[in-house]
């Protein structure tokens, strides 16, 4: 199958909620279950959040486009003949071997801390494994 007849076939709404899905994940993560700890070990405060590089709406609006960026290649990668348990399982491979492999080199070179790695890549499993579901689920 081409990548135009791929492409034709992709629920651009599905890669939407998919994207979004990240957010409601983020929101919790890195918020009530790891949100100290995360800022903890970067070394962050309360204050230091608040004054970040860029106004939240930009930063979040970028990550948003980011991550329906990254929808829609999974979307791709899936096809329109895959189910929710492809999707489950390719997110998750996507996660572990490309991401957590990747992200292996914040502890390795950045002298980051292996919990940060843990909080981080568990993040992306979780995310990854969610998007995966929705888009092979919902054609």
Do not use: C
Not at 45 to 67: F, I, Q, R
């Amino acid at each position: 199958m081409g990548t135009v007849n791929v492409m034709g076939q992709i629920n651009f709404l599905a890669v939407l909620v998919a994207a979004l899905s990240s957010f409601i994940v983020g929101w919790l993560w890195y918020g009530p279950l790891f949100g100290r700890k995360w800022m903890a070990y970067m070394g962050y405060t309360e204050d230091d959040l608040k004054k970040g590089s860029m106004p939240m709406p930009v930063m979040m609006g970028v990550n948003y486009v980011a991550t329906v960026l990254a929808a829609f290649a999974i979307a791709m990668f899936l096809g329109p003949e895959s189910d929710a348990s492809f999707g489950i399982f390719a997110g998750l491979m996507i996660a572990v071997f490309w991401i957590g492999t990747s992200r292996l080199n914040d502890v390795l070179y950045e002298d980051k801390p292996w919990g940060l790695f843990f909080i981080n890549v568990g993040y992306y499993v979780v995310v990854y494994i969610l998007m995966g579901g929705i888009l092979g689920a919902w054609h």
